[in-house]
C-alpha cells in the first residue's frame, strides 16, 4: 500500500474507473455478440439494427476512453460489413 495520500486516493479511483471499463467492454461484446447472433440465424433487419447499436456503443466507448478510436473503427467496420452480408 502507498504511502502518499495522493497515491492512495489515486489506487482508489483507478479501482473505480476500472471496474466502469470493465462494465463498459462486457456492454460492446455483448452488443458485437448480437449481431453475429443475427448474421448467424440470416436475419437481416435485426442484424442491422444490432449493428447500428453496436455502432452508438462503440463510438461511446471512445468518448469515454475506454476503447481506442482505431480499436472501436475496426470492431465497428467489420460489424457492418457482417450485417450487410445477411442480404447478399
Do not use: C, P, Y
Not at 455483448?30 to 453496436?54: F, H, P, R
Not at 452508438?56 to 471512445?62: E, L
Amino acid at each position: 500500500m502507498a504511502n502518499i495520500k495522493s497515491q492512495k486516493k489515486r489506487i482508489l479511483t483507478n479501482e473505480k474507473a476500472r471496474l466502469r471499463n470493465k462494465a463498459v467492454k462486457s456492454e460492446l461484446k455483448t452488443a458485437a455478440k448480437k449481431v453475429e447472433t443475427a448474421v448467424a440465424a440470416g436475419d437481416a433487419d435485426t442484424a442491422k439494427q444490432a449493428a447500428a447499436e453496436a455502432s452508438r456503443m462503440f463510438d461511446r466507448a471512445v468518448s469515454k476512453g475506454v476503447v481506442h478510436k482505431n480499436h472501436a473503427a475496426n470492431r465497428k467496420s467489420g460489424l457492418t460489413k457482417r450485417a450487410n452480408s445477411v442480404d447478399a
